[in-house]
Nanobody
Framework: QVQLVESGGGLVQAGGSLRLSCAASGRTFSAYKMGWFRQAPGKEREFVAAISVSGGSTDYADFAKGRFTISRDNAKNTVYLQMNSLKPEDTAVYYC???????????????????WGQGTQVTVSS
């Protein structure tokens, strides 16, 4: 069992930056690939970024490429999402997720993930 707790969300002006953190409980964090998803009001949950167990492979949604960076620190059981050049359309609740499969496949599919955090709100004002 893994528990995930996100933090770092908040209100920021367009063009600003935020760094989201997701702290995981348990000793097997390094065996899970991790993902970030987001959900805006009235919209489906969408993939943002994912990172492999070692951190050597990453994947990004098109809207995140060049602006967001996913990283992980296995010693701290934490995954991060650095978000730069934020836009009002980035406003959403951001969730981290963990997948027990060690293979870096189907990372964009939310049904691939076994554990989810409670989410952190990101609001970008224009």
């Amino acid at each position: 069992q893994v528990q995930l707790v996100e933090s770092g969300g908040g209100l920021v002006q367009a063009g600003g930056s935020l760094r989201l953190s997701c702290a995981a409980s348990g000793r097997t964090f390094s065996a899970y690939k991790m993902g970030w998803f987001r959900q805006a009001p009235g919209k489906e949950r969408e993939f943002v970024a994912a990172i492999s167990v070692s951190g050597g492979s990453t994947d990004y949604a098109d809207f995140a490429k060049g602006r967001f960076t996913i990283s992980r620190d296995n010693a701290k059981n934490t995954v991060y999402l650095q978000m730069n050049s934020l836009k009002p359309e980035d406003t959403a609740v951001y969730y981290c997720a963990a997948d027990r499969s060690p293979y870096f496949i189907m990372v964009r599919n939310p049904t691939s993930y076994d554990y989810w955090g409670q989410g952190t709100q990101v609001t970008v004002s224009s």
